[in-house]
């Protein structure tokens, strides 16, 4: 009987354990920024992490979708061998392919949903129905550097400037005789200055519904990129000659070598410059209070069999407080800077994400991230044709038929009367607009 007794107790313990291991659900994740196993990154130790606190999930690197990434996607999608959790190079994309699982019922039931501010949420939503998670997010906007700005008496700028103050400082702080110039680029102009002197508009005047750059705003950031052009304040359009003079060589790197004041690009740039600059800088935004967001997307599969598990891990990799704070413990012990912001408005990550980056004006940037604006390249339908690559049938120097990017790139740095072209280009945006939300719907 003892014996009977003991083989009893070992049939059911080994029951148990087959029982737990048919219970672990196995999930393929696809992402570009995962590196090798041998460099062993942040995001393969997240992944590592989550297993780790997740016994009854298995995430599966998928090495199969690589190179053009919506093409691996799509002969993975007529193979039925999607991954469960992916990235996105746009939201748009991936619906028009009918990749999407569709995650409005999902997040309607996670409280920390309502966490995430909605100018970031409702950058997904089409058709009243939630299509993507929010993966990670950047902000982009002006750099300063101060020193240029105590040197010659002029105030810093402080995040919440005007847009009369950025004229002032661009065209007051280009002084080639003393080496310095106001602008390292003007074609980001026209994009945000509507938005910074009116809050009917987001990025590139997309409203939510449609472009609008025959505007009288987008006329005005036009001619005001136009200005500085002229009046010799953009680095990026000088002569060889001017470079060369101002910061000892054409291929100079103006602003690392500190000859430009307000340097416009995204918060990737902070470890670098935390590293290399050797000079005062601050982050600031745009005028009027705001920043730019450049956000990240995560899909999931319409094929996945484990929706629950797939968006537990994809909450995890983005949004969550426990996988944000797990970032952060991840990047200490690496000794680098975690330069994406929580995207869950919690004051504990709020604090920790400050102390981690230690930058004022991101600081600043973060308090008013309700203010923010996004760019629209990933979740704003036809936004690469609008807004680069659709022909206008406009000549622009050699080019008898240039595309949009062409003539708003060349027409800062010509005698070109926006004006006159406005409504055409408008029209042109509206039309590969709708005829890309036609594609999802």
């Known amino acids: 009987m003892k014996r009977m007794g003991k083989m009893l107790v070992i049939f059911f313990i080994l029951t148990g354990v087959l029982a737990l291991a048919a219970d672990v659900v196995t999930i393929r994740y696809a992402n ?6 041998e460099e062993n990154n942040v995001e393969r130790q997240m992944i590592q992490a989550f297993m780790d606190t997740h016994p009854n999930i298995k995430v599966v690197i998928d ?8 093409q691996s996607l799509a002969a993975a999608a007529a193979a039925g061998t999607m991954p469960d959790v992916f990235m996105l190079t746009t939201v748009p994309d991936a619906l028009a392919n009918g990749w999407l699982y569709d995650l409005t019922r999902t997040v309607s039931t ?8 909605s100018n970031i949420t409702s950058t997904i939503k089409y058709n009243g129905k939630v299509s993507a998670i929010p993966f990670a ?9 101060k020193d240029i700005f105590t040197s010659e008496n002029i105030a810093p700028l402080k995040f919440n400037y005007t847009t009369t103050q950025f004229r002032n400082a661009a065209l007051r702080l280009t002084k080639h005789s003393k080496g310095i110039v106001g602008l390292s680029e003007e074609v980001q102009v026209f994009e945000w200055y509507p938005a910074s002197v009116s809050f009917k508009f987001g990025f590139y005047t997309f409203d939510g519904t449609k472009f609008n750059l025959d505007s009288q705003e987008f006329i005005d950031g036009f001619n005001l990129a136009k200005s500085f052009v002229k009046a010799g304040a953009v680095y990026s359009a000088l002569t060889d000659e001017q470079k060369t ?12 070598t500190g000859h430009i004041a307000l340097n416009y690009n995204g918060t ?36 996945t069999k484990y929706v629950k598990e797939a968006y537990e891990f994809a909450k995890w990799m983005s949004f969550s407080k426990q996988g944000y704070l797990k970032r952060l413990e991840l990047a200490k012990k690496s000794n680098t800077i975690l330069t994406t912001p929580p995207l869950m408005n919690d004051a504990e990550l709020v604090d920790k994400y400050q102390t981690n980056v230690d930058v004022p004006g991101l ?16 979740f704003v339908p036809g936004y690469a044709q609008a807004r680069w690559n659709a022909p206008t049938g406009i000549k622009i120097g050699d080019k008898t038929n240039a595309s949009i990017g062409d003539v708003l790139w060349n027409g800062t740095k010509m005698d070109l009367k926006i004006e006159d072209i406005a409504k055409q280009l408008n029209d042109l945006a509206n039309q590969k607009y709708q005829e890309a939300l036609k594609a999802i719907k």
């Not at 090495?63 to 919506?70: A, H, R």
């Not at 600081?363 to 990933?378: C, D, P, Q, S, T």
């Open 363 to 378: 600081k600043e940037a973060y308090r008013n991230i309700g203010r923010a604006i996004v760019e629209g390249f990933k």
């Open 110 to 117: 996670d409280a920390d949903w309502s966490k995430i501010p």
């Open 32 to 37: 570009w920024n995962l590196g090798t196993p």
């Open 63 to 70: 090495d199969s979708i690589k190179g053009n990434w919506n």
């Open 137 to 145: 997010m950047h902000f982009m906007g002006y750099f300063m550097n």
């Open 268 to 303: 990737w740039m902070v470890p670098d410059y935390k590293k290399n600059l050797s000079f005062d800088w601050d982050f600031v935004g745009i005028p009027g209070g705001r920043t730019i967001l450049v956000l990240d997307y995560l899909g999931i599969s319409k094929s």
């Open 245 to 256: 003079a101002i910061a000892g060589s054409p291929s100079a790197d103006g602003w690392a």
